[in-house]
């Protein structure tokens, strides 16, 4: 038995393998198609990518055909290459260039030898393309934007690299791919499929038809529209009101966490990253350290929050039964929370409440809040953990999970960040006390204040942010519907609520309410550093406005960051009232406010520095409040945060 069954496995698995190579060799076509077949050409029949269109159905983004010259080195034969240059106006040294660049991709596949000419340049090459044999036109689909706004939130496309052809076999030389904004997010789904075309040739190298009668033959598929989230009429306005200004604006509808808009200043119009001078301008807007156009300073950008994270601490407190509505706390216009530390106040002084502590922005009173939150645990270690976990639940400390492809996650401190800054020693409440009025260690972004607000104006609860609002044909993804609850009860809102509604009725922010429309709010205001000729200056201060509206039935969350703005009630918050008056109401009636930030230019504070050789790099952001947060230090030791016990 055994001295059979040994040549009786040797025979079948040969049988197999020999079947196998039959069906390879003769019956399945589909290995000569992946090979690098002379015989074989290969079209591509590039879709339209799907059309962008605004909540209200306003079409934004659309197609223009474009076409590349590609060339197949191998295959040129014979070439005037003075007449050739001459056509596209290319010198010689180009032409040696691109050809070198081709070679390397592949001799015998196509790649772009020139891209995206147009109509004008398309029907003159077209006339004499059968003198220059290799050389073939492919056409494409280009961006054609209906709008001169929203550049960051639709990206723009761009050409692969070589990097991007290896890693993802579905590109080739030439094709093009989203970038930034929903073009990145959502390529596949914009992209479309290609359509494939195999057209066999004889041994002149002559096509001769399709490849197995076009048994292998694709078609191509158009890429499927999106509908976004955004609002277009306010996401123009929100970019024309910070013309001249630096900074981001993020809103969000409370009850389903779609964006409403996403404003950062300085943009561009997108459509000067489409055609030719494409690489040009791309190019120079990349280089630009100085405005930083391409950096999304609603998703990028982390500060300090200052005064708005006085609404956290409160709520925080309120939870921990740290404090209760009632509680009261002196304030003798600043707060003496160590030894030879005092923290200035600017409220009104005297006794106050939470209310009147919210909408007079109080120091002394949070302080305290924040430091009795701590100290009811055994250790301030547990109580800085509590404290974080709460700020977690509000989307704090981590990123959102939206559908953009680019943020930061902004922090949120614990025990471990202080047992090692502290290394050695035993650190307290008040040793971390500045993190009460949105100093210390944490940092928050546009659109993470924007949640936090969505938050409170849903009394607990958000729904991740998101961009796209549907997807022709398919679903948007389950976690956007998915609630979120934050670790505070809901009659705590309510309580906190009632003192933001009073920062325009009575507080910071009095003077910028609007006629019709309740809102709530809250002011803040960092201060900035940079280095100038490698000595830390101190700018003009950031203006920083959170707020929600209508009071009782919230429509939209927002939160703006002006960089040298000044005062939060300066510049920030009049952007907030008419943001909020022009999705609530569609119209503006606050004229003066309007007037006054349309006509108000930063650029001179922003070009006192431009002449000498400066970093644009913040190298450090503190927080304080139109009620400006100073610390008076009495000590030796020059602190700005509370000193080592």
């Excluded at 914009?190 to 038809?209: A, F, H, M, P, S």
């Excluded at 407190?317 to 509505?325: G, S, T, W």
């Excluded at 008040?430 to 949640?451: D, F, H, R, Y």
Aim: glycine letters at 8%; a positive charge.
């Amino acid at each position: 038995m055994r001295k059979v069954l040994l040549p009786t496995i040797i025979f079948i698995a040969t049988i197999l393998l020999v079947i196998r190579l039959f069906y390879l060799q003769v019956i399945d076509d589909t290995l000569k198609l992946k090979s690098d077949n002379n015989a074989i050409k290969i079209k591509y029949d590039y879709p339209e990518r799907g059309y962008i269109y605004d909540r209200n159905g306003k079409l934004l983004v659309a197609n223009q055909p474009s076409y590349d010259i590609m060339v197949i080195p191998k295959d040129v034969k014979d070439l005037d290459t003075t007449e050739f240059c001459a056509l596209l106006k290319i010198t010689k040294e180009d032409f040696l260039t691109k050809m070198a660049k081709a070679k390397v991709y592949s001799p015998r596949l196509p790649s772009v030898f020139l891209a995206q000419l147009n109509k004008k340049e398309y029907a003159a090459f077209q006339e004499v393309q059968r003198n220059f044999t290799g050389f073939y036109i492919q056409k494409r689909a280009l961006r054609d934007y209906q709008v001169a706004y929203g550049a960051n939130v639709f990206g723009f496309i761009t050409q692969v690299n070589d990097k991007i052809i290896e890693k993802n076999k579905y590109y080739n030389s030439g094709d093009l791919i989203g970038k930034q904004g929903v073009e990145e997010s959502y390529e596949d789904i914009l992209r479309g499929i290609k359509g494939v075309k195999y057209i066999q040739k004889d041994k002149y190298n002559r096509e001769i038809g399709s490849y197995k009668e076009g048994k292998f033959d694709t078609i191509a598929v158009q890429g499927k529209d999106i509908t976004l989230s955004i609002d277009g009429d306010l996401q123009k306005y929100g970019e024309e009101l910070m013309v001249n200004k630096r900074g981001g604006i993020v809103a969000i509808e409370p009850k389903t966490g779609e964006i409403l808009a996403l404003v950062t200043a300085p943009s561009y119009d997108p459509a000067i990253l489409v055609g030719r001078q494409r690489s040009k301008n791309y190019t120079m807007l990349y280089h630009d350290s100085i405005a930083k156009p391409l950096y999304d300073r609603g998703l990028l950008a982390q500060y300090p929050p200052g005064s708005p994270f006085k609404i956290l601490t409160g709520l925080i407190a309120l939870q921990e039964n740290a404090i209760d509505e009632n509680t009261t706390v002196v304030c003798n216009h600043g707060f003496s929370y160590a030894p030879g530390r005092f923290m200035r106040c600017h409220c009104h002084g005297g006794v106050m409440q939470l209310h009147r502590g919210i909408y007079e922005s109080c120091n002394t009173f949070f302080s305290t809040s924040y430091m009795r939150t701590l100290d009811k645990f055994s250790d301030a270690s547990v109580g800085v953990d509590v404290w974080s976990k709460h700020l977690k639940t509000f989307g704090l400390g981590q990123f959102m999970g939206y559908d953009l492809p680019t943020g930061r996650k902004g922090n949120i401190p614990t025990s471990k960040t202080y047992n090692k800054v502290y290394k050695g020693w035993r650190w307290s409440s008040k040793t971390i006390v500045s993190n009460a009025i949105g100093q210390g260690e944490v940092l928050m972004t546009p659109m993470q204040l924007a949640n936090m607000m969505a938050t409170v104006a849903n009394r607990g609860y958000y729904y991740t942010p998101h961009i796209v609002r549907k997807i022709k044909g398919k679903p948007i993804d389950k976690k956007f519907t998915t609630k979120h609850t934050a670790t505070i009860d809901r009659k705590h809102f309510e309580t906190m609520i009632s003192g933001l509604f009073d920062v325009y009725n009575f507080g910071t922010a009095h003077g910028l309410n609007v006629e019709g429309i309740d809102i709530c709010g809250k002011t803040g205001t960092a201060e900035n550093f940079a280095k100038v000729d490698g000595k830390r200056v101190q700018l003009k201060d950031h203006s920083i406005f959170v707020a929600f509206a209508p009071k009782d039935d919230p429509k939209i969350a927002i939160a703006i960051l002006v960089e040298n703005g000044g005062f939060g009630a300066t510049i920030a918050g009049p952007i907030a009232s008419l943001m909020i008056e022009k999705y609530v109401k569609r119209k503006i009636t606050r004229k003066d406010l309007e007037t006054r930030i349309l006509a108000k230019d930063l650029q001179p504070e922003y070009n006192r520095f431009i002449a000498k050789p400066i970093k644009d790099t913040l190298i450090n952001t503190k927080v304080a409040e139109p009620e400006k947060v100073t610390i008076k230090d009495t000590s030796s030791v020059k602190k700005s945060t509370a000193p080592k016990p």
